[in-house]
């Protein structure tokens, strides 16, 4: 199991689109390590990273991401080991991007 996230400029269409016209940058290489780290969290928590779905698809739009940035820290203090920490500072990258891309979503792809 893994979550692979896409960051686009617009909501992406949930089809696959070939010309990935709003892609703007894409993280697949924590699949495992990002699913092993949110999968930490309790469903119940308050926040909005619960809410990532790794078996379908959770979309974040800028504001959701900003709010998910904040739990960042939280989730660091969990974390087993430097892949998963990496993953986590991926996807904090990918946060903050969206949070200040106007108009942008963040796309959790979980398998």
């Not at 974040?60 to 969990?78: D, M, S």
Request: charge should be negative.
């Amino acid at each position: 199991m893994g979550i692979e996230i896409e960051l686009h400029s617009s909501r992406p269409s949930k089809k696959w689109d070939p010309s990935r016209e709003t892609l703007i940058k894409g993280s697949y290489q924590h699949g495992a390590a990002l699913a092993g780290a949110l999968g930490l969290l309790n469903a119940k928590e308050p926040g909005k990273l619960p809410w990532v779905d790794p078996y379908g698809d959770t979309m974040f739009n800028e504001q959701e991401a900003e709010a998910a940035l904040t739990e960042i820290p939280g989730l660091l203090r969990r974390v087993a080991g430097p892949g998963q920490e990496a993953a986590v500072h991926d996807l904090a990258e990918l946060l903050a991007l969206c949070a200040a891309t106007p108009g942008s979503y963040l796309w959790f792809m979980g398998d």
